[in-house]
């Protein structure tokens, strides 16, 4: 039996691995988040980085991810002053990132988020 906790921890670090790969942000597990909802589940200490993450991972989900997992982003954004941005993967699938652009709810890669995130961050 998979322990849900420990994917969802392994995931989260998964993802900060990629981000300081493809962006050289160090991002790291917000313990805080277990605590209280209004925090991501990644955190930094640098100021060019605008976005509050929730990264989930699991078997199956529609496509976009759990509208509860967007309201729990949105509402760690909100508390943080944060751009929202849900990231997930389900087994056997590539990672997907939702975010808003221009008010319209997107799904877009991993890939493509990268080249969003380093385009926000160059006009910051």
């Known amino acids: 039996m998979v322990n849900s906790r420990n994917k969802g921890a392994s995931f989260e670090r998964d993802v900060a ?9 160090s991002l790291k597990r917000d313990l805080r988040q277990y605590q209280q909802s209004e925090y991501g589940d990644l955190v ?16 199956a989900g529609p496509i976009g991810g759990s509208p509860a997992w ?6 760690a954004a909100a508390n943080l002053k944060l751009t929202p941005v849900l990231i997930y993967k389900y087994d056997r699938m590539p990672i997907r990132c939702v975010l808003k652009m221009n008010g319209v ?20």
Request: with cysteine.
């Open 17 to 25: 691995k990629q981000i300081y790969l493809e962006l050289g942000i």
């Open 70 to 75: 967007w309201e729990q982003v949105e509402t």
């Open 44 to 59: 930094t200490d640098d100021q060019r980085w605008p976005f509050a993450l929730e990264c989930k991972r699991y078997k």
């Open 105 to 124: 709810k997107c799904d877009v890669s991993f890939e493509d988020f990268c080249y969003l995130a380093r385009e926000k961050m160059n006009d910051n």
